[in-house]
């Protein structure tokens, strides 16, 4: 596995150097209070230990140690699919949810699946934040947003793809349901195994290709049964940070404050940053390796691929039309927040 030290971390680690060598407010009327913060990662994970545990060092810091972050990970309050509710409900303080896994019950932040249309993690996570916090409010009304973020990938298969015509016949891991939904669309079968699964599955040809980020082809062993990596940014996938809303509104002002500072755009863009950079990093790794090959993609199929999932954008302004909302003026408005961040 690569070293988890990138710029972005190194940055993100410099900030924090900063926050507890700089006085914090005092905070002396301020009770200690405890923050359980659940996910579904293997606390050994990228995401973890250049997202999680440099944001709770700072919150700890910035509160001058008022605010406690525990962290529950790999699935230990509650399974994957349920940490939403688990938030809502107060299982935890704060979770962290891929609103996917609960297919159609989020329609808006689906927006950020969409095929081809993130082109990175980092400016791609910002643009979505910023898109969607005014959404957030009625969507996720159970709970407070903390923040959104994305991490994006390609497809990754035995034999080299550049058209989405190849796909016909094909049978794929997809990343998420958008995912899946666009292969089945250009007519693959879709063969829904978890990502340690993955590679056994691949290697017993129970499945042809698979789409994943590009470092984690890597951390799972699956570069040994795959050797062509497309060389687009074919999907995205979303992540909220979300909290119990009893337990902010007990914190006293001084403690809010710290959790508002931590919960922003500036902070989606560091976590979405430092966990794309990461991925992104597995490119360059392949590369080097030998018998790999990073198949290049015109401009033309990049077109090809656009083209073809329009079907899934049409569903996606129903889905946001049927919430309620204007999908069409949503989709622009969205396009525009990442064209404005280069993040297309």
């Not at 015509?165 to 349901?177: D, E, L, T, Y």
Request: with cysteine; net charge neutral.
């Amino acid at each position: 596995m690569s070293t988890f030290r990138t710029p972005i971390a190194a940055a993100v680690a410099a900030a924090l150097a900063a926050a507890l060598a700089s006085p914090a407010p005092a905070t002396a009327q301020d009770k200690p209070v405890e923050l359980r913060f659940a996910n579904w990662l293997p606390p050994t994970h990228p995401l973890a230990k250049l997202g999680f545990e440099p944001w709770g060092k700072s919150v700890e810091a910035a509160s001058n140690g008022s605010i406690k972050v525990v962290f529950f990970p790999a699935q230990q309050l509650g399974k994957a699919a349920d940490h939403y509710d688990m938030a809502r409900d107060g299982i935890a303080d704060m979770t962290w949810v891929n609103p996917g896994y609960q297919a159609g019950r989020f329609p808006m932040i689906a927006i950020g699946e969409l095929p081809t249309l993130i082109g990175n993690a980092a400016r791609g996570s910002a643009a979505l934040d910023a898109w969607y916090r005014p959404y957030a409010k009625t969507e996720m009304k159970d709970v407070k947003l903390c923040f959104a973020h994305v991490h994006t990938g390609t497809m990754h298969s035995k034999q080299p793809i550049t058209e989405p015509s190849q796909i016909k016949g094909m049978k794929i891991r997809p990343s998420n349901g958008t995912m899946a939904a666009f292969m089945s669309l250009l007519g693959a079968t879709n063969v829904q195994v978890s990502a340690p699964e993955a590679r056994d599955a691949l290697e017993k040809g129970v499945a042809d290709a698979i789409v994943f980020p590009w470092e984690s082809i890597i951390t799972f062993g699956i570069d040994k049964v795959v050797k062509y990596h497309n060389d687009q940014t074919l999907y995205a996938s979303t992540f909220v940070w979300v909290m119990n809303p009893g337990w902010y509104d007990k914190l006293s002002a001084t403690q809010k404050k710290v959790i508002d500072d931590h919960c922003n755009n500036e902070w989606a863009a560091k976590v979405g940053a430092a966990w794309g950079e990461n991925e992104d990093g597995g490119k360059p790794r392949l590369e080097a390796m030998g018998g790999h090959t990073i198949v290049s993609i015109t401009p033309e199929q990049k077109k090809a691929w656009r083209d073809a999932a329009e079907p899934l954008y049409q569903r996606w302004v129903e889905s946001a039309d049927k919430a309620g909302h204007d999908g069409k003026a949503a989709l622009d408005a969205f396009r525009a927040e990442l064209q404005k961040r280069d993040a297309l």
